[in-house]
């Protein structure tokens, strides 16, 4: 049987439309994720003075010891998290992230699988673990490079870089809280009941700034010391301190 | 009616063949088609991965019109002067005795030129060179009888702009990689430091002269601002960042300059203040002003009276410092003059 022309226009136009819609397809194919992401956790940082935002270079702070201060650097690890279900189980995730608050760097982050429940604990490091703490260990980027903690010093990286400047009565000075070495491995504990579903899959953490002068220590930028690298006592008193600097809400 | 279905069916054909057009122009350019080939930027093991903008991949065409407008006096006005004239290769591309620069492993820079005036790409740095440091006039090159072609090969548009030409050189810059100094090939295992030298090393990498907050391995530059303390009242050049931000913590702030090749400089410094590295070590030494912008590194406790170092202690810091000539990059020829 013949096809009439006016018919055969028709299907050519159809033919000529739909290779039209198809033939321009890119050329890389976006696979199919095997694993559903539902259970993935976004975690936001968020940074304060006691209820102030953290903003650069502002003399807007003041710490328990009195001294009123700016901060013009914020840079930190956060590794080795534990997330404890209220039936007792953990769940852990061993992701190093890297964080500067003032180059927006690690502000939001996803932890994966960790699954949907009921959670009464969650348990983290500032800092790096020891397998991790070894010059190199971590992915060789700009930002790792300038964390390094010189091998002649024992190696591995800056666990955190606080800087700023400080009033005294008489000038300002800077400061420089770093913190380094495996023994000063902060290790953050918080107990506060909180859920994971499909409807809420975000974890909001909260660092106040000026924990880390204060409980157990009591911390004077002018007179403990504004310099903490090599110095291990002061080294160990804002780690001690900085176990509870971050807070859920 | 068969003639409406040829006309029909060509009709068709052209446009799928013309719906499927790249974007980019690829007509050709005196037969020639476009074809940039992917340029390999060779990364050293011990440096950082770079980050490199998408929208400027590195192609061997790019990399090579790049380096020619990098030589190329037409880039200026009156034609008088091209990037070499004060960025000398033998030199580390720099000047030895003013406060030029060195352009060397600013892949991994975002910010640029003593003051951090431009922060951002390599990209955004050439824009400002090509357009605001050189004003330079496209229609020079659009007249050029090689030019409109490297364009073409470069970027698929024979019209050279100053986006392009900026492209080209942010392509160029990085390629000029250092990382064949004793220092380097000390960090690769590939050779060892004299006692002095080491001794350098070991005062640089630790708190005792505590230069590595700033000059960080393996780069020697953290690439950030930072003000070290030359001054405590700061005028005219002097201020810094300060010129660009107006916020007085910038006051005094200057990029981090590489220290790659630093030992062939007679002129250290943005205002070229010491003329030897022995002045400059002394400064550290000894020399620190305090001012409330004032980097928190320079500031630590015990030190207020300087570094202490001995005379011996900053001899090897210097003897440290010599390690870092590159002569593979003051004579690599893919980075010399093309004409």
């Known amino acids: 049987m013949r096809m009439n022309t006016t018919k055969l226009s028709f299907y050519l136009s159809l033919l000529a439309g739909v290779v039209l819609l198809t033939s321009c397809k890119r050329d890389t194919k976006v696979e199919d994720d095997p694993q559903p992401k539902n259970n993935n956790v976004m975690v936001s940082l968020s940074f304060e003075c006691d209820g102030k935002a953290i903003t650069k270079d502002v003399f807007d702070y003041t710490n328990d010891a009195g001294n009123n201060y700016s901060v013009n650097r914020l840079q930190f690890y956060l590794s080795e998290f534990v997330f404890k279900q209220s039936n007792g189980t953990e769940v852990t995730d061993e992701s190093a992230i890297y964080v500067d608050y003032f180059e927006n760097k690690g502000m939001n982050f996803t932890l994966g699988k960790i699954p949907f429940g009921e959670y009464d604990e969650i348990r983290f490091c500032i800092g790096l673990p020891p397998s991790l703490n070894v010059t190199d260990a971590l992915p060789n980027t700009l930002d790792n490079v300038n964390m390094a903690w010189p091998v002649m010093m024992g190696g591995g990286y800056h666990f955190m870089k606080m800087e700023g400047n400080f009033n005294t009565p008489s000038s300002t000075y800077g400061y420089a809280v770093h913190l380094g070495k495996n023994a000063f491995l902060v290790r953050i504990k918080i107990l506060q009941h909180f859920s994971f579903s499909t409807s809420n899959q975000k974890l909001n953490m909260k660092m106040n700034i000026n924990e880390w002068f204060r409980n157990p220590h009591l911390y004077n930028l002018d007179v403990d010391g504004n310099y903490t690298m090599a110095n291990d006592t002061l080294m160990a008193k804002i780690a001690e301190n900085g176990t509870d600097v971050f807070t859920l809400w | ?339």
Request: charged share 15%.
């Open chain 2, 1 to 339: 009616m068969v003639k409406k279905i040829i006309f029909l069916t060509a009709a068709v054909s052209l446009l799928i063949v013309t719906s499927c057009k790249k974007e980019k122009d690829d007509t050709n350019f005196n037969g020639a088609p476009y074809n940039p080939t992917p340029y390999s930027i060779t990364i050293p093991a011990h440096f950082p991965q770079p980050i490199i903008p998408a929208s400027n991949a590195t192609t061997v065409e790019g990399v090579k019109l790049g380096r020619m407008l990098y030589y190329d006096p037409l880039l200026h006005p009156t034609n008088s002067m091209s990037c070499s004239s004060c960025h000398f290769q033998e030199f580390g591309f720099c000047t030895p005795t003013n406060e030029v620069m060195p352009h060397v492993n600013l892949i991994y820079s975002n910010n640029f030129l003593w003051n951090g005036m431009i922060s951002g790409t390599l990209e955004d740095a050439m824009r400002f060179e090509v357009n605001d440091f050189f004003q330079a006039d496209m229609s020079k090159f659009q007249n050029h009888p090689d030019y409109p072609r490297l364009f073409f090969e470069a970027f698929g548009s024979s019209t050279p702009t100053a986006e392009n030409a900026a492209k080209a050189l942010a392509q160029f810059f990085r390629t000029m990689i250092s990382s064949d100094s004793k220092f380097d090939k000390f960090l690769r295992h590939q050779t060892v430091l004299t006692m002095e030298e080491a001794i350098g090393f070991n005062m640089f990498f630790t708190e005792k002269a505590d230069c590595f907050h700033c000059h960080s391995i393996p780069l020697t530059s953290d690439y950030q601002l930072h003000n070290i303390g030359l001054d405590s009242v700061f005028n005219g050049v002097n201020v810094g960042h300060y010129a660009n931000s107006g916020n007085p913590a910038d006051l005094g702030k200057f990029r981090t300059p590489s220290l790659k090749n630093v030992a062939l400089q007679s002129a250290f410094m943005h205002d070229n203040r010491f003329s030897t590295l022995e002045e400059v070590v002394e400064f550290y030494n000894s020399g620190v002003k305090h001012s409330p912008s004032l980097d928190p590194i320079m500031t630590k406790p015990g030190k207020e009276n300087g570094l202490g170092l001995t005379a011996y202690d900053k001899y090897c810091l210097v003897q440290f410092l010599n390690t870092m000539t590159d002569t593979v990059f003051l004579n690599n020829p893919a980075l010399s003059s093309p004409f």
